[in-house]
């Protein structure tokens, strides 16, 4: 019983999300969707990547999703990008962006902007199993998080096209084997691209605009 | 419609944490259900408590929670104590534990055991909406993870009796503000218990140690 629930919330979803998708090749747009663990740094990486694409001349704007609050739509603003704010609460708090909730992001965002950057609710489990419409799903995991995580959370990984291990200047610190996480991910997933970045120093983080840009060309 | 049907799986759950508190009294054993995202330091942290309430005399068995992989739990096995393993996989993995599980669990566990700790799925967000049937809700929040996680994620917190800052070795280099983590945990919960403790070098395990010892003689 409660399997078929849940299959029809799932093929709802699916079909909301060609919806998405539909929309988004009529405005010429790219979408791509951040997922991580809470505290992994999709924030910070956003602060030091849209200046970054809009340098190169991208119009960017964010859906941002959280249970409750805006803190992180506030840590966004002095970048002076629209920003959709999308609150889950219901029950207590949605775990995760659907693509009905995507669907209203886009309606309140400008219809001229490029690409479209989705900051995920902060959770290693329930989004991966939700498309919203993204071209790509990108998932951050910190090198506090522990080398494991691709192994005990796989279908976020096995749904990423593109995984950052972040923080990497606190990998000495947190005596992180970066090589083993590497070597986990692809364990679930072969063919998943994996970059190194840090926030902080912003390393690694031009190499990420790019990456996006090569697949907003390809698309759009 | 989805709210009815969530509000069925939540009244089901805690009809079955009824009969796991019953069990529990029955047994004459208290449980504590340790919840956080990933990566927060859950399994170090039982592998430095579970020695210092066995000095103390006390049984210790652990209920895993884990979607898939059994990593936490082959962790635990030096430690020599009886481990029920509990793996959600379904549709790519269930988020939580129900209580339906913490059944299976404790059936699986020996009856003379003194204290159960579960080991929930790493996830700050729907763990807390289900009622395992613990005596009491601990969550941890390690130092890497940004001081506006309470207020970002607020049901696990009003759910908690106690909160751990954990990796508090660590808090120097993350720049954490821990007088900040505080306080915002109590503006979400005005009676939340705080300790800070490392699973690093040990501080503050004793104390959470004493504090479980407590909560279970004023139960059993």
Redesign the interface.
């Known amino acids: 019983m ?2 078929k ?3 029809n ?2 093929e709802e979803n699916d079909s909301l999300a060609g919806q998405v998708r539909e929309q988004l090749r009529a405005r010429k747009q790219s979408m791509f969707n951040f997922m991580s ?3 992994s740094g999709k924030t910070t990486l956003l602060q030091h990547l849209i200046p970054i694409l809009g340098e190169k001349g991208f119009r960017i704007g964010v859906i941002e999703g ?4 805006t ?2 739509a506030e840590r966004l603003q002095p970048l002076g990008i629209p920003i959709a704010q999308i609150n889950t609460e ?4 949605d ?1 995760h962006l659907g693509a009905n909730v995507i669907l209203g992001g886009l309606a309140a965002l400008p219809s001229e902007l490029d690409m479209i950057l989705i900051e995920n ?6 989004p ?2 939700f498309d919203t419409g993204a071209a790509a799903n990108i998932v951050l995991l ?1 090198v ?3 080398e ?2 691709p ?5 976020m990984f096995r749904k990423s096209h593109l995984a950052l291990i972040s ?1 990497t200047d ?1 990998a000495a ?2 005596e992180a084997d970066i090589p083993l996480i590497k070597s986990n991910m692809r364990k679930i997933n072969g063919v998943i691209e994996v970059m190194e970045l840090s926030g902080k120093n912003g390393l690694g983080v031009p190499e990420l605009a790019d990456w996006l840009i090569q697949k907003h060309k390809a698309l759009v």
């Open positions: 409660e399997i629930i849940v299959r919330v799932l663990s809470p505290g959280d249970i409750t609050t803190c992180d219901f029950f207590g708090g775990c609710v902060g959770n290693l489990v329930c991966a199993e910190s506090t998080e522990g494991d995580k192994l005990k959370y796989p279908l923080k606190m610190v947190a």
